[in-house]
């Protein structure tokens, strides 16, 4: 297919290209996402993409394929991390009920997508790659992106890593972060019955992966500390 269009904005990505263009014959944004490496991993992209499109889960929407490219409905610029970080900085609002209402979106939103994926595949896929950027933002509304790092596994690890993520985006391992963290602990068992000890599991063995990915192990007491709050919440 040939298309003509202009090339507005390109995603930050680690593996492949993602582009915002704009489709002039059809007046639409699209996002084109080019798979730069392995070719199951747009297979199994699409897939779930199609069979939660079927279900009104909310992810864009496949406008066209080839063999190594996807064109799909553009949804919005704004991602939960974008919202995260303007909720930490704001002076004004009742910043934990802000960003804890926004949580209990995304986490439902997951619980669709479990229970959807397990019914067409016979076994839990989890996220995984679950990096605040791979959540959007409209009208109020949470949209998942980015499927190809799906695995089989359990919730608790998704949550494990969301926790870990939410505590090391800039700035690192404050205060506020600890206290939410801790409040969507809470969340996920109370409200998405996650087993607390196996979420506080996997949120200590992701934050010792991050300390040495990102850090080369440099944060270790800092990230010893954040353990000793987190076993705490489980007493």
Not at 28 to 55: F, G, P, Q
Not at 106 to 130: A, C, K, N, P
Request: proline letters at 1%; hydrophobic letters at 40%.
């Amino acid at each position: 297919m040939k298309m003509n269009y202009e090339l507005m904005k390109t995603f930050k990505s680690r593996k492949n290209k993602v582009e915002l263009i704009y489709d002039i014959d059809n007046g639409m944004k699209l996002v084109r996402k080019e798979y730069l490496n392995l070719e199951h991993c747009k297979k199994k992209e699409t897939s779930i993409l199609r069979i939660l499109e079927k279900h009104n889960v909310k992810v864009p929407r496949i406008i066209y394929e080839n063999n190594n490219m996807i064109y799909m409905t553009y949804i919005s610029d704004v991602t939960l991390l974008d919202y995260f970080l303007l909720i930490e900085n704001d002076i004004v609002i009742d910043k934990d009920k802000a960003i804890i209402d926004i949580f209990k979106k995304v986490f439902s939103w997951l619980e669709q997508y479990y229970q959807i994926t397990f019914e067409y595949m016979g076994r839990r896929l989890i996220f995984y790659d679950i990096n605040f950027r791979n959540f959007l933002i409209k009208d109020d509304i949470i949209y998942g992106i980015d499927f190809e790092d799906s695995i089989s596994g359990s919730k608790e690890i998704d949550g494990g890593r969301f926790c870990a993520y939410l505590l090391t985006y800039k700035p690192i391992l404050t205060e506020w972060k600890i206290n939410i963290t801790a409040k969507v602990i809470d969340l996920l068992v109370d409200d998405f019955k996650y087993d607390r000890k196996s979420l506080l599991n996997e949120i200590k063995k992701e934050l010792d992966k991050i300390n040495f990915r990102r850090w080369d192990g440099h944060r270790t007491s800092k990230v010893k500390y954040i353990i000793s709050l987190l076993d705490s919440y489980a007493e």
